[in-house]
């Protein structure tokens, strides 16, 4: 089974529709890390954000924001107003900490490919 | 400019015919590892390090050597590419694992003929 799951394989919209990227996760640890990365069409992955387990505040950044939910293991990101240089692939990661965890692995999600039309 | 380096950047080359991607970064990272980004399949890992005593295994590790002699390094050793090794790598490096995020070098484009 995947550790984490991003449902979505390919969202298109029209500019400055907002639109949210859906990331599950699974695991038995109680700490966690939890991770979003880019990659636009030039190919490089850039990080976005991270949250850990014990912290379930919802964080903005500007147009960008994430939603942590530990009662639905679920880490979703949404842009607001989208615009054509969101166009990218989106990826959401885990990494455990806990006892009986391996650590230093890295799972990431199957990235959902993100088109925003002029 | 702090930055994850690896060569090359595109590769075509025979089945069988052992080759090696390097993978530098100048962050004083301990943490490296290595992944392949494959169309429907994300990225998956196929060997990571904690430091310079750690590697251990990925997701897909078959077919595929590393080494970590020193902190900087981290190469991907394929002794036998065949073409289902056919990928874009990726190596990444962060301060250390867990929580803390990792930095991609800009990838390699391999093609096993």
């Known amino acids: 089974a995947q550790k984490v799951t991003q449902a979505q394989t390919e969202i298109s919209v029209v500019e400055k529709e907002d639109v949210t990227l859906d990331c599950v996760y699974e695991t038995r640890d109680t700490t966690y890390y939890l991770f979003w990365y880019k990659q636009p069409p030039s190919g490089e992955l850039v990080f976005l954000i991270r949250r850990n387990s014990f912290d379930e505040q919802n964080e903005i950044s500007g147009r960008y924001s994430w939603n942590f939910q530990k009662s639905t293991s679920s880490f979703n990101f949404t842009i607001t107003a989208s615009q054509v240089v969101d166009s990218a692939v989106y990826f959401c990661?885990?990494?455990?900490?806990?006892?009986?965890?391996?650590?230093?692995?890295?799972?990431f999600g199957r990235g959902t490919q993100l088109t925003v039309w002029p | 400019e702090a930055q994850v380096t690896q060569n090359p950047r595109y590769l075509i080359t025979v089945t069988g015919k052992k080759l090696t991607v390097t993978c530098s970064q100048n962050m004083n990272h301990e943490y490296m590892s290595w992944y392949r980004q494959d169309p429907g399949l994300g990225l998956r890992q196929i060997y990571y390090s904690m430091n310079v005593e750690v590697t251990d295994k990925g997701d897909v590790p078959e077919g595929y050597k590393v080494s970590r002699k020193e902190k900087r390094n981290f190469p991907l050793i394929l002794e036998s590419p065949s073409p289902n090794q056919t990928s874009l790598y990726f190596c990444?490096?962060?301060?250390?694992?867990?929580?803390?995020?990792?930095?991609f070098g800009p990838g390699t484009r391999l093609t096993v003929t």
């Open positions: 990444a490096s962060s301060l250390s694992w867990g929580i803390y995020e990792q930095y």
């Open positions: 990661a885990l990494s455990e900490a806990g006892r009986g965890s391996t650590l230093g692995r890295l799972y």
